[in-house]
C-alpha cells in the first residue's frame, strides 16, 4: 500500500518546482539592457598579417584534407582485404 502514494508525492514535488521558475518572459527582461551595450574590439591586422594567417588556414585546411583522404584509402583497403578473406572462406 505504501508504493500506491508514491506517484502522488512525485507530482506535487514537481508542482513545487514548477512554481520556483522564472518565465521566459522574465528572464528576457532581466537580460534586456546588456545585449545592447557589448562592443567587440577586434586587433588591426596589417595586410601581411592577414596574408600570414590566410596562408596558415588554406595550409591546416590541406593537411586537413589529405588526412582524410588518407583516412578513406585505410578504409577502403580493409574492406577490400575483408571482403576477400569472406569470399575465400565461403566460397570453398
Do not use: H, W
Not at 43 to 54: A, C, V
Request: charged share 30%.
Amino acid at each position: 500500500m505504501g508504493s500506491a502514494s508514491q506517484p502522488m508525492l512525485v507530482v506535487k514535488a514537481n508542482r513545487a518546482l514548477l512554481r520556483k521558475r522564472r518565465s521566459f518572459k522574465e528572464i528576457r527582461e532581466a537580460y534586456e539592457g546588456y545585449v545592447g551595450d557589448t562592443e567587440l574590439k577586434f586587433k588591426d591586422l596589417t595586410p601581411f598579417e592577414q596574408k600570414k594567417i590566410r596562408d596558415k588556414i588554406i595550409q591546416q585546411a590541406k593537411m586537413d584534407r589529405l588526412e582524410e583522404i588518407q583516412n578513406y584509402c585505410i578504409a577502403l583497403v580493409i574492406l577490400i582485404v575483408l571482403g576477400v578473406v569472406l569470399y575465400y572462406l565461403f566460397s570453398s
